[in-house]
């Protein structure tokens, strides 16, 4: 007699990577054993001998966004809740018994947690994430390290998250022709539509890798600023927040801030002190990185976080004048 499924994993994905054999490799090995993996790339793929004892679905979608692969996992899946992470991702051994432990409270519509760097992860990669670690940088640190305490969150990103299967059809799923920001569509519509919670737990944990090279950084970056900003706009209700204002501001005062400074002594002398402000900011987020991090990384981390600021900052600003948005398709 076959275990019954009570969680489906699902995984969005183009093609099969070495990452995707990785998140396999560690799903196999949890001790939580009642589940099915649903995977959603574009084409047609095969399953790898290694991992023909695990049930495992391929379901081809084509070329679409996540979002829209997501939806189509959760409507083939037989769990009664659903696992979102991404093909990047590998997942603790007790990632589904932590989960499983909150949604027992019948209150819990879902529950998130972190996505840390792997330390195999090489030394740009691990740049990339530090940037994330500290507040002063503008980060959320909870969504990269175990963060306690377990508190409500209204946003999360889907590369660790769990949600009831009854009530993501309910809120008839991701539906989004965004992406990013999916995840934060998805949240808010539990939020406004359910009396639901969704948690963050900092023990059930996945192990995300970041991108490779200053350029991927930045991509990433910039579509996070422009969904966000014009999120402002269609979805005031978890993006309009006074800290996704920040690097837009910065911005403006950068530039407008050395054009003044040329015609006034005394904005010269403000404008100076902004920097400085902003070099005491860079090292608290130093500081706040180095708990997790080399010193090596915490300094490569710097100038990340100053062009992070300065291209999120930009592209917030396309994204609140855009009268709509294109989904990209890459990453």
């Not at 037989?78 to 051994?93: K, N, V």
């Not at 409500?152 to 889907?158: G, L, N, Q, R, T």
């Not at 939020?191 to 350029?215: A, C, F, S």
Request: overall charge neutral.
């Amino acid at each position: 007699m076959s275990e019954p499924v009570i969680f489906s994993i699902i995984i969005p994905f183009k093609t099969w990577s070495p990452d995707l054999d990785e998140s396999l490799t560690h799903i196999n090995r949890m001790s939580f054993s009642g589940y099915e993996v649903i995977l959603l790339p574009d084409g047609e793929e095969q399953l790898p001998e290694a991992f023909s004892s695990m049930p495992v679905k391929i379901i081809p979608t084509g070329e679409v966004n996540p979002a829209v692969k997501r939806d189509t996992g959760a409507e083939k899946a037989q769990g009664e809740f659903l696992a979102f992470i991404d093909d990047d991702a590998y997942p603790e051994p007790d990632w589904l018994e932590v989960a499983f432990k909150f949604f027992k409270d019948p209150d819990v519509g879902a529950v998130g947690g972190p996505g840390i760097t792997p330390s195999s992860d090489p030394f740009w990669a691990r740049v990339s994430g530090a940037v994330y670690l500290s507040r002063a940088s503008g980060g959320f640190p909870e969504r990269y390290v175990s963060n306690p305490p377990i508190r409500h969150v209204d946003d999360w990103p889907s590369v660790n998250l769990l949600v009831r299967r009854d009530l993501f059809l309910k809120v008839e799923g991701f539906d989004s022709d965004y992406w990013p920001g999916e995840d934060t569509l998805f949240c808010l519509k539990i939020v406004e539509q359910t009396n639901m919670k969704i948690l963050y737990v900092p023990d059930m944990i996945v192990w995300h890798h970041r991108r490779k090279g200053l350029k991927k950084h930045l991509r990433q970056v910039g579509n996070y600023g422009l969904h966000r900003g014009f999120f402002v706009k269609r979805y005031p209700e978890t993006s309009c927040r006074f800290k996704y204002f920040i690097p837009t501001l910065w911005v403006l005062f950068v530039l407008v801030g050395a054009g003044l400074s040329a015609l006034s002594k005394t904005a010269g002398l403000l404008y100076l002190a902004g920097w400085l402000a902003y070099v005491i900011t860079l090292g608290i987020s130093w500081f706040d990185i180095r708990k997790f991090e080399s010193w090596k990384v915490a300094l490569g981390a710097l100038p990340h976080i100053v062009l992070t600021h300065l291209w999120y900052g930009t592209k917030f600003m396309q994204g609140l004048t855009s009268r709509e948005l294109k989904s990209s398709l890459g990453r």
